[in-house]
């Protein structure tokens, strides 16, 4: 699956500008199976402390790697079976263009086929047409995962997406809205910008200690809980892929 994901992507983002942070364990496994991505962009993650603590991570390293640059960010996930391909990336093209020209955090949103429970939702002011165009709005809240009742509500609502968990923004946006919501993440991020300064062409089997010690210290939390549920920058882009 994650050589499907690389796949569909490597249509509008190369192969050289795709990192994978990844479990220790699975850093030689992945390089083995992936030739095409630079060994150096596979970033061993220190520890096992959910999203948000590793999208920090992560963004530092490409920040170091492009000090220069505002760099627009696709997070996407490799666990995801996508069809048709175009357009999936016709989502990604126009999220990212969301993200870059507005300034915003953009995720995508699935329009729900069944009462499920174990998604958490996003909600939308109006519904999404129902055609196959890219729409892009304003997130009104973000939804935990539901009881079947409350699921059934959302389906019928026509305003309420699963979170698909793939999220895009600039990094100065990113860093700018994590300082306001999770200030300790966004601490983060300077220190390990600093720390992987002109060493990001280092293929790394484990990060240096100094980065540990400052990973180690994060809370275990999610980038939903972390940001975008509290953020009041956030933009959905409607799904219009299976």
Known sequence: MIQESLDRISKL???????????????????????????????????????????????AYICARFPEEDVSIAVITADHNIAPVDRFLECVDSAMRCSEAEERLVII?????KPETGFGYIETEHPFQKDLSVEICPVKRF??????????????SGR??????????????????????????????????????????????????????????????????????????VSVCKAIFD
């Open 160 to 233: 309420h997406y699963w979170n698909s968990g793939m999220f895009f923004w600039r990094s100065s946006v990113f860093i700018k809205e994590m300082r306001k919501n999770c200030s300790a993440i966004a601490d983060s991020v300077d220190s390990f910008r600093k720390i992987f300064f002109g060493k990001t062409e280092v293929a790394y089997n484990i990060l240096p200690t100094e980065v540990s010690d400052v990973y180690n210290k994060l809370p275990s939390i999610s980038i939903d809980y972390a940001l975008m549920e509290k953020s009041n920058n």
């Open 109 to 113: 949103g699935i329009l729900p086929n």
């Open 13 to 59: 983002i190369s192969p050289e500008d795709v990192f994978i942070a990844t479990n220790v364990y699975l850093v030689e496994a992945i390089r083995e199976s992936l030739p095409s991505v630079p060994s150096h962009n596979i970033i061993p993650e220190p520890a096992k402390l959910n999203t948000a603590p590793c999208l920090a991570l992560a963004t």
């Open 143 to 156: 939804c935990e995962k539901p009881n079947t009742e409350l699921a059934k509500e959302f389906l019928e």
